[in-house]
């Protein structure tokens, strides 16, 4: 696709429930990057893939928490038993390196509400 | 680490004229980027401007630009001629040697027509 894709735009779940929110990057982008933003705040970084090599994790906020992504393109963000504070728009970006001047494109996010 | 302030929640200005808007950041890294971002209500993030560190110019885009002083580690956007689509939350951000960027908490900018 021409930009980054996000799945599903917006998500309403009941508390206690698991989600799974989808990233398509921009074909050919090594990098791809999950940021967490609450209502009226900034952007908190989760987690970040490069290629082929072990993604940091340090951004995540507890283990219920987990990423993968398969086949370097694809990338799933997973919250297990999900909780209120979980609520926020889930933002996926990817760069086409990880060279520190590197644009990010990102998604239109997926808005998660957990009721 | 690298932490950004946006000491600025909400600025207006009216269409055409110009408006600043704030940012200051700390690292202890020398080799650093800067980059100010829009969002607009779609939620997508957009790329309106980025810094080099080690370059002294401003960078410029247009009507968008920057006054970059690394002294006072302030990186502040400058918007000329200020049209209705300019109209979103910026977010300014910084990254270093951690690939990940660091964002500031943002400034909602309403132009009045």
């Known amino acids: 696709g021409a930009g980054v894709s996000q799945s599903p735009s917006n998500k309403v779940t009941e508390k206690g429930k698991d989600v799974e929110l989808r990233c398509d990057p921009i074909?050919?982008?090594?990098?791809l990057y999950w940021y967490r933003q609450s209502l009226g705040q900034g952007l908190e970084f989760l987690i970040y893939?490069?290629?082929?090599?072990?993604?940091?994790k340090s951004g995540l906020p507890s283990d219920r928490f987990s990423a993968e992504r398969t086949g370097g393109s694809v990338s799933t963000l997973t919250i297990q038993r999900t909780q209120q504070e979980d609520s926020a728009v889930y933002l996926c970006?990817?760069?086409?390196?990880?060279?520190?001047?590197?644009?990010?494109?990102f998604g239109q996010g997926t808005r998660l509400t957990v009721v | 680490a690298q932490t950004v302030t946006q000491s600025q929640p909400e600025m207006s200005v009216q269409e055409a004229e110009t408006v600043t808007l704030s940012c200051t950041y700390d690292?202890?890294?020398?080799?650093?980027?800067l980059f100010w971002y829009k969002q607009p209500p779609s939620r997508q993030m957009i790329l309106v401007i980025r810094?080099?560190?080690?370059?002294?110019q401003n960078a410029t885009e247009n009507r968008f630009s920057v006054n970059f002083q690394k002294a006072a580690k302030s990186f502040s956007l400058k918007i000329s001629d200020s049209q209705l689509g300019d109209a979103a939350m910026y977010f300014c951000?910084?990254?270093?040697?951690?690939?990940?960027?660091?964002f500031g908490s943002g400034t909602q900018l309403t132009v009045l027509p």
């Open positions: 074909s050919g982008h090594t990098a």
């Open positions: 893939f490069q290629g082929n090599s072990a993604p940091d």
């Open positions: 951000a910084s990254r270093g040697s951690a690939r990940q960027l660091t």
């Open positions: 810094q080099e560190a080690y370059k002294q």
């Open positions: 690292t202890s890294e020398s080799d650093y980027y």
């Open positions: 970006a990817s760069s086409l390196t990880q060279g520190g001047g590197t644009e990010a494109f």
